[in-house]
């Protein structure tokens, strides 16, 4: 069920890309875009919609770009300083740093073009907008950034509280887009629960993988929390702890779905490959 | 008449801010966006609007947003390597790279989300932000950005090309809202023309001003164009044709807007504070 969601994603991000491949930053939005990954985010969209539509993919590929914008400017030097990501070398070195600042901009910009452009109903692309831009802002992954970057955080509380932000929110918006696409806004709040809790899931898993793996199965530089100095939740909690705290929040991930009005058999395959990554 | 429309915006913009003030990045957005400046952009949407409202203050302030990220990302070492904005330290100099890269984001992502909390009619809430979007994105501002940043420009087409989607684009947009604020959407396109063309007038201006005016009345480092090795519409046509060309836009400009269908002598007093700029 799920290789078909991802093969139109790939295809639709491919196509949206080619608009802008006239430019040094349009090819490095591309380059970006293009560079694979488990598409989790786009693939959560469209696991909540009952009857997929070429908006929905839109959608799905609008958040995409909000979480690839977001990752080109955490690689950068002034940021996490990273040279690779998924396998490959990150957009400032496969460019360089103006470009990767420019082609980050700009496809936080695409992201909401993407979905003005859909011929959806109006209250409904609104709201698609709405749910983009709280998520990705100040009060949402950008907080979470800062949160990560420049403050000391050194409680289980306060380092969760920046993985809800900082991933849960961007995880949180795939699942509520899908509701909303499906007609079942109603179901936000559950849902943006469900992602936030997935997100802290997600980010202590990577705590984990980063001790755990090395770089080629990463398909990033490992170890680079420990190089930035940053507490981990392994190294606050020990990996014991932490890999309790997956279960439970998995425990949780799951009763949540269940309650929902629809089957979420779809999310929850996708949401279980999250659990047995390696990388 | 401009004076109360410029404190609104003023007061308008201090307030929005607070809600970022929490955060690091989020004092950076504030550090910017209430940096003075002349406020030529949202000043411009209010020239527009008959009516003034909440509303329109608060679109012109998104405007404003967009505008100041820009500033905040261009200014950066990757890109002009400025020091010095609206005579003060940039974000980059006064916080850092990394807060400065943040705050640009968040400022164009918070632009969104002030349209979209507006109490505005669904079809021109859409209206605003696709102009947002459109004019900001990479077939836009981005695209005139990375136009500037990458290509080599040596003919006063290029050139002209870039300065309107670098400038044009966002001063377009700032009429173009203000006509749908004002329900004259159909008046989109000339006033996006006007924008444009006021766009290269400013940029031709701001080469002019580089070279003849010092640091300290700019407000920010001259010259910054030469260090750069970028060949302005003054290097390659001197001074003179410069100056001509600038009296020629200006008056295509007086003319579009005597044929727009509403008194536009608010949006004139605007654009006569451009024409006799030294900074």
């Known amino acids: 069920m799920a290789t078909p969601n991802l093969d139109r994603i790939e295809t639709r991000l491919k196509q949206l890309s080619q608009s ?16 694979g990954g488990k598409r989790l985010r786009p693939r959560l969209v469209l696991s909540q919609v009952r009857v997929l539509s070429d908006s929905a993919v839109d959608v799905a590929c609008a958040l995409e770009m909000i979480h690839t914008y977001s990752l080109i400017h955490d690689d950068l030097p002034a940021l996490d300083n990273d040279d690779l990501r998924r396998g490959r070398p990150t957009v400032h070195k496969a460019y360089d740093e103006a470009t ?14 993407t979905v003005l452009d859909l011929p959806l109903d109006p209250a409904q ?60 806004e109603t179901e ?23 001790l755990t793996q090395d770089t080629q199965t990463l398909g990033k530089s490992n170890n680079s929390d420990a190089q ?15 890999l309790n705290e997956i279960d439970r929040l998995s425990s949780q991930v799951k009763i949540g779905l269940s309650a929902l009005s629809v089957d979420s058999s779809a999310t929850m395959s996708i949401i279980n490959e999250i659990l047995v990554r390696n990388h």
Chains 1, 2 share one sequence.
């Not at 940053?230 to 932490?242: E, N, P, R």
Request: with cysteine; hydrophobic share 50%.
């Open 100 to 113: 990767a600042i420019l082609a980050g901009d700009g496809l936080l910009n695409a992201a909401f073009e």
């Open 125 to 184: 692309k609104l709201a698609c907008c709405r749910v983009l831009a709280d998520a990705s802002g100040i009060h949402g992954m950008i907080g979470g950034q800062d949160s990560d970057v420049f403050e000391k955080l050194d409680t289980v509380e306060a380092i969760t509280d920046m993985y809800i932000l900082k991933t849960g929110k961007l995880l949180g918006a795939a699942l509520v887009l899908g509701a909303i696409l499906d007609g079942r």
């Open 228 to 242: 930035n100095h940053k507490t981990t939740m392994v190294a606050l909690q020990g990996m014991d702890l932490a």
């Open 188 to 210: 936000a709040p559950a849902l943006m629960a469900i992602g936030e809790k997935l997100g802290v899931l997600f980010q202590i898993q990577d705590d984990v993988l980063e």
């Open 20 to 35: 802008w491949s006239s430019t040094r930053t349009g090819q490095a939005m591309g380059y970006a875009l293009l560079g």
